[in-house]
């Protein structure tokens, strides 16, 4: 169809060798024992020790000199608008930016600040339509968006969302942010776009900027939509009393995102551990936003949630990739065969005092960065917005 993903071009082998550590992004395994990864035409074909795969023929060749590779990092919650431009706080290449913070996949939570957004249901369907497209072939850096997330309208009747869907939309924008405030209203449209495939969010606790309303836990549990969008708010987090109600209340998504309150995201993490739930949680930045765009914002909600929410790193790192590519049925954020080659490759940070790479995490620190692979395609080599790596992969053949 014409909106199916852009193929990569020729045939390609990715060698990666010498993995000093590699995060599987699966929290039921975290760590695998291997030391090589071969991935052919964009999708991982072996794990596991050198002797052991066929590395014959790559047509590129990784020395990842002892570093640690994960599986490229998911931000469940972004709100891009056109291209790599934001008019939120007007900034260019911010999605470049977020590559060098490790994040190859990116959610839309909404196009909402689209200048000028129409609210009336054929417009509202027309920029969803638009930003599907859109993104699915302009990707910045090679970073995947997936966009198009229509925010819902009280005048929206069943066969939009069946449009929506024939049409290539997959996404729900956040509830709350059109004219749908209510649970009743907000649930029906929320079944629709189920029916359909149609996967759906909410704006979870109080106003985010001018102009937009209150969500509380009744919203929230009776709209049921399958991810709790930042449930530690955007910024205005509900009591704590209400995010333990949403938590036991449904199985649905957890998202914690680094423009939130961040006591609050460390008691949903609370909450969710003890409830055995850990699996239901997952990462988002909320950006751009009024604090900016936040290049390493999943980064360093991975460091915060593992050093103050005492997780351990390994963990901390499956709530940015696997769990998000579970809850979201992404190729990706798994290190396993079959699924897409997206990777991240870091280090310790120069001069931090952990022992190693997870240590370092749970002090707090974030990782430097050495690599980005999407698509089993080298995308960036040292970021140029970590904190410099200890050691740096090296493309040592072609
Ligand atoms: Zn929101």
Excluded at 118 to 137: C, E, H, L, N, Y
Excluded at 381 to 396: C, F, G, K, L
């Amino acid at each position: 169809m014409a909106h199916d993903a852009p193929q990569a071009a020729g045939p390609s082998k990715l060698v990666i060798r010498n993995i000093g550590l590699l995060l599987s992004g699966a929290m039921e395994k975290p760590i695998l024992d291997a030391d090589t990864i071969v991935a052919e035409n964009g999708k991982i074909t072996a794990i596991g020790r050198f002797k052991d795969v066929n590395t014959d023929d790559a047509t590129t060749t990784v020395n990842a000199n002892g570093t640690t590779v994960a599986p490229g990092l998911i931000d469940s919650h972004v709100h891009p608008v056109a291209g790599d431009w934001t008019p939120r706080q007007n900034q260019v290449g911010w999605i470049d930016s977020y590559l060098h913070g490790g994040v190859t996949t990116m959610i839309s939570a909404g196009e909402v600040h689209m200048p000028g957004r129409p609210r009336d249901v054929v417009g509202v369907k027309a920029m969803a339509i638009f930003a599907q497209r859109s993104f699915w072939t302009l990707r910045p850096g090679g970073v995947k968006i997936h966009a198009g997330a229509p925010v819902i309208e009280n005048e929206m009747v069943e066969d939009d969302f069946k449009e929506l869907a024939a049409a290539g939309v997959k996404l729900l924008g956040e509830v709350g942010l059109g004219g749908v405030k209510d649970g009743p209203t907000a649930r029906k449209m929320v079944g629709w776009a189920r029916k359909y495939g149609i996967q759906s969010t909410i704006h979870t606790g109080g106003p985010s900027i001018p102009g937009s309303g209150l969500i509380d836990k009744d919203v929230v549990l009776e709209a049921d939509t399958d991810v709790i969008g930042h449930i530690n708010g955007g910024h205005t987090a509900l009591p704590d009393d209400q995010i333990r109600c949403i938590c036991e209340g449904c199985k649905r998504g957890l998202e914690l995102v680094h423009n939130g309150n961040e006591r609050s995201a460390l008691f949903t993490l609370r909450t969710a551990r003890e409830m055995g739930d850990l699996s239901r949680v997952i990462l988002g930045t909320d950006a751009p936003a009024g604090s900016g765009v936040q290049p390493l914002g999943i980064l360093r909600m991975v460091s915060l949630l593992s050093s103050l929410g005492e997780l351990p790193a390994e963990i901390a790192f499956c709530l940015a990739t696997g769990n998000t590519a579970r809850m979201r049925a992404l190729d990706c954020g798994i290190i396993e065969v079959g699924r897409c080659a997206d990777f991240v490759i870091m280090d310790m940070a120069q001069h931090s005092p952990g022992k190693n790479i997870l240590h370092s995490v749970q002090l707090g620190d974030l990782p430097g960065i050495g690599m980005t692979i999407i698509d089993g395609i080298v995308r960036t080599q040292r970021s140029r917005n970590t904190p410099p790596a200890t050691r740096v992969p090296e493309i040592v053949g072609h």
